[in-house]
């Protein structure tokens, strides 16, 4: 019986929500992520692509920015006012969150949007490395199959860049790289800080106001905040795309959240998956670019890898419903 069918009955008990309702939700959370994420990859997109913005790390800002209000607000509406975590741990975690997301969006001046979704929908290797040698646990032989194979997918996707992007740059394969490895600290640790008996909200409230704090001093200190201000005042159109795109990432991780507490991490792996893989397919029909066969070879071994991956971790008992707060790939 599958994740939404183990949690709903035929018929009505006290409280307990029938099998309609419970795909009724799942239809609407599934579109809710379908339709929010794609409108933030395609405002990011849209985004890069206006004549003379090269400020990729701006969009990074404008996330977090996001973020911090909005979980600001549902944190006073929830009424929480009290920190669980240390300030440690917040430090830890916004750490890794601002070389994940700077470096994934300065990878964009390099390589082509749907290389970077792939790279970064591989976090799988650096989590599974990390489990390993930080937190002591086993991993089973088809995770360490599934890694070499998610590799191989990455090199094709990398190769068909070199080959058809005339501007590829080897910077942001690296770049992006750094970026997928600091996102795979994050779950890490969320996981302790929520074994401190934090909420959802706070996790996302900290990590993301000391980010915030951050990068206003580094990029104010950088030029590129002033840069990109002066960009949006002599753009309107722009000004406007980047006001929309600040609060979509919050809506869109919203979603997300939800559809892990209330059907399971192996669902949401699914979802997000075919997600990214629709984002790909959308970003070459959307934004015409060359083509090469080695993305659709390579697409299958990461995203059939990954998805495989993950049906056989549910099938052997290792899928959960735990989620993480703070990060989640774009």
Known sequence: MSDIESTAKFGTTSGTPTLYERYGKFAFLVGGIMFFFGCHNYMQELIMNL????????????????????????RRYYGETQRKASWTSYLMLCFCLLISSA?????????????????????LIPTMLIAVMYNRKKI????????????MGMVLFAAADFQVYPNFDFVGIILVCVSVVADAFLPNFQERIFDQGSSRIEVT?????????????AFTLSGDIPEAVTYALANPNALYLMTIYTFL???????????VKEFGGIVTVLVGNT?????????FILFPKPTSP?????????????????????????????????GVSM
Not at 317 to 324: A, D, H, M, N, V
């Open 51 to 74: 004549p003379g913005f090269k400020v990729g790390v701006f969009l990074g800002y404008l996330e977090v920015l996001g973020v911090a209000i909005m979980s600001s607000l549902e």
């Open 103 to 123: 470096t994934s969006n300065i990878a964009l001046a390099y390589i082509n949007y749907p290389t970077k979704v792939v790279f970064r929908s591989c976090k």
């Open 140 to 151: 089973a032989w088809y995770e360490f199959l599934f890694g070499v194979l998610i590799s």
């Open 205 to 217: 409230y900290y990590t993301n106001i000391l980010c915030l704090a951050f990068m206003t001093v």
């Open 249 to 259: 990432a919050y809506i869109a991780i919203t979603f997300h959240m939800a559809l």
């Open 275 to 283: 997600r990214k893989a629709i984002t790909i397919v959308m970003s």
């Open 294 to 326: 080695l993305y659709m070879w390579g697409g299958l071994l990461v995203f059939g890898s990954l998805v495989t991956n993950a049906v056989i971790k549910e099938l052997h008992g290792g899928g959960g419903k735990k989620g993480g707060g703070g």
